[in-house]
């Protein structure tokens, strides 16, 4: 279940999880959840641990980012990627240069707005194996980088939205 803005779960800083314990059948078992979690919604691209309610400084990002971000590029056929792991995620660089984007949040039904995001960013994580990385995003990653950060730092994109609207799923729409 994905706990919604109400919830002071999300305005706490998540705890840092420690390194020894990436590989324990507690944490390991938080990352399944997650996943699930996020799987569950149809739109959803990412979630931060305490978006179920786990105040620690995780995120995962779902395949669907990257089939987004592939049919954003070329309208190509979808990737094989798997979830992506980040653990105690630290933004190491983040470009001056920002972009308006639009953005929902999965605690934050049904609200939609536009967030000013750097368009580049640098992150260094721990993975699902317990092992540093670092990588580098743009565009829709640039942005899930910076939301789910901030989801970690108990910030919610309405915080720092503009023309925020209402949109709920259309009755018919609704399976
Ligand atoms: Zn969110």
Partial sequence: MIVQ??????????????IGK??????????EDMKTAVEKEEDGVAIAAP????????????????????????GEE???????????????KQSKEKESMEEGCLSVRWLYGKV?????????AYGQDGKAFETGGSGVFAQIYQHETDHLNGILFTDKA?????????PIKNK
């Fill in 5 to 18: 803005k109400e919830d002071p779960v999300l305005r706490k800083k998540a705890h840092p999880v420690p």
């Fill in 51 to 74: 978006q179920i309610g786990q105040s620690l400084r995780i995120f995962v990002v779902s395949p669907r980012a990257y089939e987004i971000a592939e049919r954003l590029k070329k």
């Fill in 116 to 124: 000013k995001r750097s368009k580049k960013v640098r992150i260094r």
């Fill in 162 to 170: 503009s023309q925020v609207e209402s949109l709920p799923p259309s």
């Fill in 22 to 31: 990436i590989l324990s059948k507690s944490i390991q078992k938080i990352l």
């Fill in 78 to 92: 979808k990737s094989k990627q798997r979830h992506a792991v980040f653990i105690n995620p630290e933004i190491l």
